[in-house]
C-alpha cells in the first residue's frame, strides 16, 4: 500500500506490515512482526512475538516497541491527524506529548502465535496504557480482539511463515 501524510481531515485508513520491526530490547536489538491500521481516528497495532526468537520479547519490550511504532509511523504514513494543534504555538506538540495523545488513540493487540508464549494454542491481549506509558494486560479471545477494534477477527491472523525468525 501507497504510504503518505495523511492531512487532519483524512477519512481513509492507511495499512502498514512491517515485518520484521526492529526495537530496544534489553541488551541487544529486539525485533517483532507489526500489522498496523492508520484510521482518522486512531491506530490498531497487532504486534506478534516471532517463533523461534529468543530476543526480547514483546511483552518485555512493550514500551519501547510502542514508542518505535509511533515514531516510525509518523516517518511512514504521518500521525499528526491523531494529535490536537497547540493553541499558542504554530508547531506540533513535543515529541512526549505527541507520543501521548497518539497512545490515547491507539488499541494494541499483543499476538503469541502457537508455539511461542506460555499457551500452546498462542494468545491475544489486549494491552492498555496509562499517562506514564504503563502496560496493563487483558487476555481475550481473537473475536474479542477483533471487536475491540471494530475489525474482522481473520485481519488479526497471521500466516505463521511471516512470523518464523530467521538471524
Known amino acids: 500500500m501507497e504510504s503518505g501524510y495523511m492531512k487532519k481531515n483524512q477519512t481513509e485508513s492507511v495499512y502498514k506490515e512491517y515485518l520484521r520491526f526492529r526495537f530496544p530490547g534489553f541488551g541487544s536489538e529486539g525485533t517483532c512482526f507489526l500489522r498496523v491500521w492508520v484510521r482518522p481516528s486512531g491506530l490498531v497495532v497487532l504486534c506478534s512475538q516471532l517463533l523461534d526468537y529468543y530476543g526480547t520479547s514483546v511483552t518485555n519490550a512493550v514500551e519501547q516497541i510502542l514508542v518505535a511504532a509511533i515514531e516510525q509511523l509518523q516517518k511512514d504514513v504521518g500521525l499528526d491527524h491523531l494529535v490536537a494543534p497547540k493553541r499558542r504555538w504554530p ?6 506529548d505527541f507520543i501521548s495523545q497518539v497512545v490515547r488513540r491507539t488499541v494494541w493487540i499483543e499476538h503469541y502465535p502457537p508455539g511461542a508464549g506460555l ?24 473475536e474479542t480482539a477483533a471487536g475491540e477494534c471494530g475489525v474482522d477477527a481473520a485481519l ?8 518464523k525468525y530467521e538471524s
Not at 488479526?156 to 512470523?163: I, S
Open 91 to 96: 508547531f506540533r506538540a513535543d515529541n512526549e
Open 119 to 142: 499457551h500452546p494454542a498462542g494468545s491475544f491481549a489486549l494491552v492498555a496504557f496509562d499517562s506514564g506509558l504503563h502496560p496493563v494486560w487483558n487476555y481475550v479471545s481473537k
Open 156 to 163: 488479526l491472523e497471521v500466516d505463521t511463515p511471516l512470523l
